[in-house]
């Protein structure tokens, strides 16, 4: 399937990318061993990590066939134009900074790009560690891939939603927020920082290892009413005192 694509492999990465693609081949290349070097200390992991192959593609049609059929994820066709990455296992499609313009809503970034590795690699890292990724909420993941990758700090996507509810005193409940696949992503940032700030970072290894059935609040032994209460109330202050959102 990707048989015309050309190889760079360095150390445990690769990277599949066309012919006249091969400045965003080097440039992935670069994020995704910072990253690695990163995420490897995060979480503690001792040995080389498994192999990572990241597939650069050049167009929308060529990254839904090489998402649906190589990495058997389900998406629609045509997919999103926001789409522009998606992982499974230690293989991540994304689509070559070079055919941004053309191909989604984005304009290419360089520092947004390094982000958006860090983000991708970070869903790797949890499903290597996790003992059951498909029960692993999508606001765990999605908030805990935000956080790492400072996508939260940066990027109005997540960060707006969140200043504009804390201002309006608009916090959505966690159980509001987990059934919808925005608010995860808008959100959940923000319950895995309030859980690393007042747990500490240890239990965010903890939980991706751990959680098995989905109940991350089960492995801080937290009452969802109480902890939710406690998240709104540390919210409403980060706002007051911004120098925690900084
Ligand atoms: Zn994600």
Not at 175 to 184: D, G
């Amino acid at each position: 399937m990707i048989d015309n694509y050309l190889t760079l492999r360095r150390h445990n990465i690769e990277v599949r990318y066309i012919e006249g693609d091969e400045a965003s081949a080097e440039e992935t290349f670069i994020v995704l061993k910072e990253a690695l070097v990163f995420l490897s200390k995060y979480f503690c992991i001792r040995d080389l990590f498994p192999p990572i192959r990241a597939i650069l593609v050049l167009n929308r049609s060529e990254y839904d066939h090489i998402v649906i059929n190589l990495l058997g994820v389900d998406i629609e066709i045509p997919s999103n134009p926001a789409r522009i990455a998606q992982p499974q296992k230690t293989d991540i499609v994304f689509l070559s900074p070079s055919a941004y313009k053309d191909h989604s809503i984005y304009e290419y970034n360089l520092d947004e790009y390094r982000r958006l590795v860090f983000h991708e690699l970070t869903h790797v890292f949890e499903e290597y560690l996790t003992p059951d990724i498909e029960t692993t909420p999508r606001w765990w993941s999605e908030g805990l891939a935000a956080c790492l990758a400072g996508q939260w700090r940066y990027e109005d996507e997540f960060r707006q939603p969140v200043l504009k509810g804390i201002k309006e005193k608009r916090i959505p409940d966690i159980e509001i927020i987990r059934a919808s696949t925005q608010l995860c992503y808008e959100w959940g940032w923000t319950i895995v920082m309030f859980i690393e700030r007042t747990y500490g970072t240890e239990i965010i290894l903890r939980i991706v290892k751990e959680c098995n059935n989905g109940n991350v609040l089960g492995i801080i032994s937290a009452d969802l009413k109480n902890f939710e209460k406690r998240w709104k109330k540390w919210l409403l202050e980060s706002w007051e005192n911004s120098a925690n959102f900084a």
